[in-house]
Nanobody, 124 residues
Framework: VQLQASGGGLVQAGGSLRLSCAAS????????TGWFRQAPGKEREFVAA???????HYRDSDKGRFTISRDRSENTVYLQMNSLKPEDTAVYYC???????????????????WGQGTQVTVSS
């Protein structure tokens, strides 16, 4: 599966962005899809994921601000980000894998397929 992330940009603190991850080649329904982010000089960290079943999982500190969803007809996974903070500034990546289990979902090493990343910058 090929992934294309988009939707990043510059936004003021408190604002919102919706990131998109479009898949080609295979349908997202066969994959667990995750969003990760990486700020300069930091490790890539888990943000959210949606299982093949449609159940979702979030980083504890983002619960209530971020929402991951999937549109099967458009073969796209979204990350709605609200109440953005300057510390949310990072390159955001979408990733997918067919065989993930719950214990691995937060590990970027567990995902086989990656999009190219989209920059999110939140100004204070």
């Amino acid at each position: 599966v090929q992934l294309q992330a988009s939707g990043g940009g510059l936004v003021q603190a408190g604002g919102s962005l919706r990131l998109s991850c479009a898949a080609s080649g295979r349908t997202f329904g066969r994959y667990t899809t995750g969003w990760f982010r990486q700020a300069p000089g930091k490790e890539r960290e888990f943000v959210a994921a949606i299982f093949r079943s449609g159940s979702t999982h979030y980083r504890d500190s983002d619960k209530g601000r971020f929402t991951i969803s999937r549109d099967r007809s458009e073969n796209t996974v979204y990350l709605q980000m609200n109440s953005l903070k300057p510390e949310d500034t990072a390159v955001y990546y979408c990733a997918a894998d067919q065989t993930l289990i719950m214990s691995s979902i937060r590990s970027h090493r567990a995902y086989d397929y990656w999009g190219q990343g989209t920059q999110v910058t939140v100004s204070s």
